[in-house]
Nanobody, 120 residues
Framework: VQLQASGGGLVQPGGSLSLSCAASGSIFSINGMGWYRQAPGKQRELAAAFPSGGGANYADSVKGRFTMSRDNAKNTTYLQMNSLKPEDTALYYC???????????????WGQGTQVTVSS
């Protein structure tokens, strides 16, 4: 199983970026998916999470600006980031809890990280 994230880049404050993360390989089912971020010198933190049931949850720092969605048919999650601030600058990682075979327990998988830089 692999998670491939894309869509990072450099944007000015107030701008927008969209990230995507596609899961591939042997996948029986995907439970929760999430986006984490890690700024230089800081711990990795959860930005948004989409459990298997219900809607997305957001960190207070991104609520109202970020929107996470899932396309279950494509095993893909998206993170639309609007009104970006310099403090949003970080390496963004996607995460998924995936059951690769019906008889195996689900486990966590991580994407490779995509850099988001918000700067004028």
């Amino acid at each position: 199983v692999q998670l491939q994230a894309s869509g990072g880049g450099l944007v000015q404050p107030g701008g927008s970026l969209s990230l995507s993360c596609a899961a591939s390989g042997s996948i029986f089912s995907i439970n929760g998916m999430g986006w984490y971020r890690q700024a230089p010198g800081k711990q990795r933190e959860l930005a948004a999470a989409f459990p298997s049931g219900g809607g997305a949850n957001y960190a207070d720092s991104v609520k109202g600006r970020f929107t996470m969605s899932r396309d279950n048919a494509k095993n893909t999650t998206y993170l639309q980031m609007n009104s970006l601030k310099p403090e949003d600058t970080a390496l963004y990682y996607c995460n998924a809890n995936i059951k690769s075979r019906w008889f195996l327990s689900p486990r966590e998988y991580w994407g490779q990280g995509t850099q988001v830089t918000v700067s004028s």
